[in-house]
Nanobody, 123 residues
Framework: VQLQASGGGLVQPGGSLRLSCAASRHTLDYYAIGWFRQVPGKEREGVSCISSSDGSTYYADSVKGRFTISRDNAKSAVFLQMNSVKPEDTGVYYC?????????????????WGKGTQVTVSS
C-alpha cells in the first residue's frame, strides 16, 4: 500500500488544517489508519487512528476535542481535521496503515507508511 499525506503548512495558533492520507492502487477499506507526529529529538507519537472493523477511533489526550479523524472509503482516503491548533502541534505528520482491523497508537504496529507532511503552528 502506497500512502501519501498532504495538507500540511503554516498556520497560526487557533487556526485549522485538514490533513489527507490517500492511497494509490489500493483501497483502504480493510486497513486501520493512524496519524503520527514526529518532532526532532522525540519519539514518534500516535495522534489519532481509526479502525477498519467498526470505525472506532483513538485520540491522544493532547488533541482530544480539537482533532477529528474520518475516512472516506470510496475515495480511499483518511482525513485529520485539526482545529484550535497549538504551537505544540508542530511536527511532521505521517499516516500509516495496518492490516490489523483495530487501530492502535503504537507506531510499531503499522506496516505501511507514507511520506510525512510538515505542520507548523506559529504566529
Amino acid at each position: 500500500v502506497q500512502l501519501q499525506a498532504s495538507g500540511g503548512g503554516l498556520v497560526q495558533p487557533g487556526g485549522s488544517l485538514r490533513l489527507s492520507c490517500a492511497a494509490s492502487r489500493h483501497t483502504l477499506d480493510y486497513y486501520a489508519i493512524g496519524w503520527f507526529r514526529q518532532v526532532p529529538g522525540k519519539e514518534r507519537e500516535g495522534v489519532s487512528c481509526i479502525s477498519s472493523s467498526d470505525g472506532s477511533t483513538y485520540y491522544a489526550d493532547s488533541v482530544k476535542g480539537r482533532f477529528t479523524i474520518s475516512r472516506d472509503n470510496a475515495k480511499s482516503a483518511v482525513f485529520l481535521q485539526m482545529n484550535s491548533v497549538k504551537p505544540e502541534d508542530t511536527g511532521v505528520y505521517y499516516c500509516a496503515a495496518t492490516t490489523r482491523r483495530l487501530c492502535h497508537p503504537d507506531y510499531s504496529r503499522y506496516e505501511y507508511w507514507g511520506k510525512g507532511t510538515q505542520v507548523t503552528v506559529s504566529s
